[in-house]
Nanobody
């Protein structure tokens, strides 16, 4: 089992930055692919970014968001810059065993509880 705990969400104005963190426990962290998804009200949960040894991003966040991992601290970060109202959502951390990078929600076995990000215009 893997436990994931997100932190760092909040309310910011358009154009601001936030950094989300996902702390993992329960399994060797380096054996995990860790991703971020988000879900806006009334919409399906969508892929944002994932990382193993290299990152992979959704087109909607490429160039604005950066995913990184610190294997020594069992943590993945999502640095979000130039935020806009369309980034408002609950952001979820997800994990699965290392494999080809994937954006497929159904392939992730473990999920955190989510953290709210609200961007005011």
């Amino acid at each position: 089992q893997v436990q994931l705990v997100e932190s760092g969400g909040g309310l910011v104005q358009a154009g601001a930055s936030l950094r989300l963190s996902c702390a993992a426990s329960g399994r060797t962290f380096s054996s995990l692919e860790v991703a971020w998804f988000r879900q806006a009200p009334g919409k399906e949960r969508e892929f944002v970014a994932t990382i193993t040894w290299s990152p992979y991003y959704a087109d909607s966040v490429k160039g604005r968001f950066t995913i990184s991992r610190d294997n020594a601290k069992n943590t993945v970060h999502l640095q979000m810059n130039s935020l806009n109202s369309e980034d408002t959502a609950v952001y979820y951390c997800a994990a699965r065993s290392v494999g080809p990078l994937t954006r497929a929600r159904g392939l992730y076995d473990y999920w955190g509880q989510g953290t709210q990000v609200t961007v005011s215009s």
